[in-house]
């Protein structure tokens, strides 16, 4: 069956970063576009970011332009989200998806991975 599996959550002090990846198996990755939405206590899950199959497009949300950036690597089945200059409005709980179409929106992703928290300190 499908597997999304994401790593690289923890503690971190503002200002500082972390590396997100998500594998993927049990799928064509390379013929799905990917997303990592994050979800704070008490709040609706949201996007983050997205990238097409072939990594050529990519997309993320205003509150975190230019500071995180999404990337995939085919070849292992794994897509990233490096995330810099981190706030500690950026504390959740974040999670990779998989869709058949180039999207934001939550509810067209076909596959979901279980999350993994970041927590940002001040």
């Known amino acids: 069956q499908v597997q999304l599996v994401e790593s690289g959550g923890g503690l971190v002090q503002a200002g500082g970063s972390l590396r997100l990846s998500c594998v993927a198996s049990?799928?064509?990755?390379?013929?799905?576009?990917m997303g990592w939405f994050r979800q704070a206590p008490g709040k609706e899950r949201e996007f983050v970011a997205r990238?097409?199959?072939?990594?050529?497009?990519?997309d993320s949300a205003d509150s975190v332009k230019g500071r995180f950036t999404i990337s995939r690597d085919n070849a292992k089945n794994t897509v990233y989200l490096q995330m810099n200059s981190l706030k500690p409005e950026d504390t959740a709980v974040y999670y990779c998806?998989?869709?058949?179409?180039?999207?934001?929106?939550?509810?067209?992703?076909?596959?979901w991975g279980q999350g993994t928290q970041v927590t940002v300190s001040s």
């Open positions: 049990g799928l064509t990755f390379s013929s799905y576009s």
């Open positions: 998806a998989a869709a058949n179409t180039y999207t934001s929106r939550a509810r067209f992703y076909n596959y």
């Open positions: 990238i097409n199959w072939s990594g050529g497009s990519t």
